[in-house]
C-alpha cells in the first residue's frame, strides 16, 4: 500500500498521506481536506481524531470503506455522494445519486423565504422540485408552526426528503408528494400557501455552475434538464403556482446563469410584481414574486 514513506503502513497517517497522494494525482482541488473527512468518516469520528491519533489502526471493514471510497472519489465522484451527505441551512442534509448535491447559493431561497414568513401564523410552504427537502425543511427550522408540502416528479427523490423530514424531527409538519409540477392540486387548494419555492431543473444549454472536482454527471438527470432554453419549468409552473398563493404571498425561484433577461420577460406577463435576487457571488440567482392582493 503506497503512503507516507516515514508512516506505518496501515495507520491512519499512512492512510491519509496514501488519500490525498491519489486525490492530488486525479487533479481533486482539495485532497488535504477531502482524505480527512473520509477517514473521519470511514471511523465514525470527527476530523479533529483523524489528526490527533495518525498511530490508530483502522479495523478491517474500515479499511475495506477507505479502499472503495479513494477509489470512488479518485474517480470524480462528488464527497457528498460518498459521504452520504451535505452541510445546507442548519443541518446535514442526507443525499444520494436520486437528488441534487443542495449548492450553497440556494440558501438564499432559505434567506428570503424566512424574511417573507416572519411574524406570520402557520403559514404553509409549498416546494416544487424539492429533491432532498433542503430548502423547505430549512425553513420550517425557521419557522416551526409552518406547513410543508414538499414535491418532487421523482419517488427516490421523495424518499430522500422524507428520510430528511424524519431525522430532523419535521416529519409532522412535513407532507411530501409524487408529482409532476404544481399539478396535484384542486381547485381547493387555491390561495392555500404562504410561500412557493423552488430550484427548478435548467438546461443542459444553461447548467448551474459546476464546482471543481464535481462531476455534474453524477447529478440525477433531471434535475438539470429544463428543455431547449432551460425555461420549460417556469414557463409551465408560473401560472398554476401563482394560482396556489394567497393574495400577498410570496414565490421564490432559483435560476441558472443567463437566464435573467428571459425570465424577466416571462415574469412581466403575470402582471405581478416581482424582484431579483444575487448570490454571493454577485449574480442574479433568484426571483421573488408577490401575487397581489
Ligand atoms: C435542480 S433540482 C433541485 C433540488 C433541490 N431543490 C435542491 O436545490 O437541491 C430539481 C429537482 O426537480 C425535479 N423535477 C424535475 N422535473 C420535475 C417536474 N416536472 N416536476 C417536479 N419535479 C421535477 C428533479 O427530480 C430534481 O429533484
Redesign the pocket.
Known amino acids: 500500500m503506497a503512503g507516507h514513506p516515514d508512516a506505518p503502513p496501515g495507520t491512519v497517517a499512512h492512510w491519509r498521506a496514501r488519500l490525498m497522494c491519489s486525490f492530488r494525482e486525479a487533479g481533486l482541488p482539495e485532497p488535504e481536506r477531502d482524505a480527512e473527512l473520509l477517514l473521519a468518516q470511514a471511523l465514525d469520528r470527527n476530523p479533529v481524531f483523524v489528526l490527533a491519533h495518525p498511530e490508530y489502526r483502522p479495523d478491517a471493514f474500515q479499511n475495506e470503506r477507505l479502499t472503495a471510497w479513494l477509489d470512488r472519489r479518485a474517480g470524480g465522484e462528488p464527497m457528498q455522494y460518498i459521504l452520504g451527505w451535505r452541510e445546507?441551512w442548519r443541518d446535514r442534509f442526507a443525499v444520494s445519486p436520486?437528488?441534487?448535491?443542495?449548492?450553497p447559493e440556494?440558501e438564499l431561497?432559505v434567506e428570503r423565504g424566512a424574511a417573507r414568513l416572519a411574524g406570520r401564523e402557520r403559514p404553509r410552504i409549498l416546494?416544487?422540485?424539492?429533491?432532498?427537502?433542503?430548502?423547505g425543511l430549512s425553513l420550517l427550522r425557521e419557522a416551526p408552526d409552518a406547513r410543508l408540502v414538499a414535491?418532487?416528479?421523482?419517488p427516490a427523490?421523495m424518499a430522500v426528503a422524507g428520510h430528511n423530514a424524519r431525522a430532523l424531527g419535521l416529519a409532522a409538519h412535513f407532507l411530501g408528494l409524487v408529482?409532476?409540477?404544481p399539478?396535484p392540486f384542486g381547485p381547493q387548494a387555491t390561495g392555500y400557501f404562504d410561500l412557493v419555492v423552488?430550484?427548478?431543473?435548467?438546461s443542459p444549454q444553461a447548467p448551474?455552475h459546476q464546482r471543481p472536482g464535481e462531476t455534474r454527471d453524477c447529478?440525477?438527470r433531471?434535475?438539470?434538464?429544463g428543455g431547449a432554453d432551460g425555461l420549460d419549468?417556469y414557463r409551465?409552473?408560473l401560472v398554476p403556482a401563482l394560482e396556489l398563493l394567497r393574495p400577498g404571498g410570496v414565490m421564490l425561484m432559483?435560476f441558472g446563469d443567463g437566464q435573467e433577461a428571459p425570465l424577466q420577460e416571462i415574469l412581466s406577463a403575470t402582471g405581478h410584481p416581482f424582484r431579483f435576487h444575487e448570490d454571493l457571488s454577485g449574480r442574479p440567482r433568484a426571483f421573488e414574486l408577490e401575487r397581489r392582493p
Open positions: 445546507f436520486a437528488v441534487l448535491i443542495p449548492r440556494t431561497l416546494e416544487l422540485a424539492a429533491g432532498s427537502g433542503c430548502i414535491l418532487d416528479i421523482s427523490a408529482a409532476d409540477g399539478a423552488a430550484t427548478p431543473p435548467t448551474r447529478d440525477p433531471l434535475a438539470l434538464a419549468c409551465a409552473w432559483e
